[in-house]
């Protein structure tokens, strides 16, 4: 049987000019994020089962790529598959960056210092359908801080990002802000039960996709009254996006809402909007919900009109790390779409900054041994001062070939012929 040239679903080749845009991207990551002060870090791309389907990860619980057993203990698994397929796997490929940090930290606090910042990149998989901008295996970029219980946390976190969306070209794009404290007071608020909590948030966070009437005719689908429902909704058609919609659902919802929840969301509106590194907007959005059930409080998005959704988002989970220790931790964390920003700068055609110019060496065939050696030396001179050569035999048709190079970006040639250099 012929072997298959094309990348298993949902993976893909990254071919060069792709590369070289997603090599800048992460050196410009690097850069930015160390300025803030975080460290990197790397974990195992593999995790443990029990961690993997801990009812951390919400819908991506779902989309694990599970690894078998080996050897005798697969063997001794598999008449037990029938009853539970899950004891066939004691592995699986992590579905993001949160978890494994939350387990290296849990492992490793005695030697970090406290608070700590860590800044991890990484690939992570996950078995979903493949879409423009999403693939079963992508790169996430995540920055954290964990033992920082302040929302100076949260101010970092935002600040750094944005910055780096400026410096790599991007405007005009949106932060949106909220809290899981807030969401479960205006459920409490609005009459339903703390164990439906979850499962209204997970009908309300299609409300971009579906609309108000769409929510409600879901939420009564399921059964919950409509006078619930109805108060519910009144609450986001009322709420605007600004610190007065914050103001707003603060004297509304009174001693349903956490003391100090609506004053952290207005410091951190107020601090990113005075920290501004890039053209964006920061608004108050009482319908972000996040998916992750490990959320505890405030929580962000970041949304571009010319991708149409979210391209990174994060928030606080002070409650993960103590799923490992028995005691909680404060953690933060935002994670950028990374394929899904590396996507957008191709497809505007994005041209790197300042970016040294790419030299090609044409050497006619079968050039004297002691000439090609002087274009060697001089290519070696040239490239230990910076400069990108790259030296290729002359082809018959000269022009087409340069016209292949500066698809590569190549926009010096020398040309070198066997009785002189020209």
């Known amino acids: 049987m012929a072997m298959k040239k094309k990348p298993v679903t949902g993976m893909k080749d990254i071919l060069p000019k792709e590369m070289e845009i997603r090599d800048y991207v992460i050196s410009q990551i690097k850069e930015t994020y160390t300025t803030f002060g975080f460290s990197t870090i790397e974990t195992p791309c593999v995790e443990h089962i029990e961690n993997l389907s801990s009812n951390q990860g919400g819908e991506n619980e779902k989309l694990i790529f599970k690894i078998m057993k080996r050897g005798d203990k697969l063997t001794a698994s598999v008449p037990k598959a029938n009853e539970d397929a899950n004891v066939l796997a004691d592995s699986g490929l992590r579905y993001d960056l949160t978890l494994p940090l939350s387990r290296y930290y849990a492992n490793n606090a005695n030697d970090l210092p406290s608070p700590f910042k860590a800044l991890q990149m990484g690939n992570v998989w996950r078995a979903d359908r493949p879409q423009r901008g999403r693939y079963r295996q992508f790169m996430q970029c995540d920055i954290d801080i964990l033992g920082e219980p ?7 976190l935002i600040t750094a990002t944005t910055t780096l969306l400026g410096k790599i070209g991007f405007e005009k794009f949106t932060i949106r802000l909220n809290n899981r404290k807030m969401l479960k007071a205006m459920a409490a608020y609005c009459g339903f039960d703390e164990k439906d909590y979850d499962n209204v948030f997970i009908t309300l966070d299609k409300m971009d996709k579906i609309g108000m009437e769409g929510v409600a005719g879901e939420l009564e689908e399921q059964g919950y009254p409509t006078e619930n429902i109805r108060k519910y909704l009144t609450l986001f058609e009322k709420t605007t996006d600004d610190i007065d919609g914050v103001e707003f659902l603060k004297d509304t919802l009174g001693d349903f809402l956490e003391p100090g929840v609506a004053e952290d969301l207005e410091t951190i509106m107020k601090s990113v ?55 909680n931790t ?20 994005y041209q790197i900054p300042s970016k040294d110019e790419k030299t090609a060496y044409l050497v006619e ?4 041994q002691d000439k090609m050696l002087e274009i060697l030396k001089r290519a070696n001179e040239h490239r230990a001062n910076g400069r990108q050569i790259n030296i290729a035999i002359m082809k018959k048709n000269k022009k087409f070939q340069k016209e292949q190079l500066e698809k590569e970006g190549y926009t010096v040639f020398e040309e070198f012929y066997a009785d002189s250099f020209r």
């Open 150 to 156: 302040t929302i100076l946390a949260e101010i970092e």
């Open 273 to 327: 909007s005075v920290t501004k590194s890039a053209d964006f907007k920061i608004v108050f959005d009482p319908a972000l919900v996040r998916g992750m059930s490990y959320y505890t409080g405030p929580i962000f998005e970041i949304s571009m009109d010319e991708f149409g959704g979210s391209v990174g988002g994060g928030g606080r989970y002070d409650e993960m790390i103590g799923k490992f220790t028995g005691q």
């Open 330 to 349: 404060p953690a933060c964390g935002f994670s950028i779409g990374f394929e899904r920003i590396v996507m957008l700068l191709l497809e505007k055609d």
């Open 365 to 368: 065939k079968n050039m004297p």
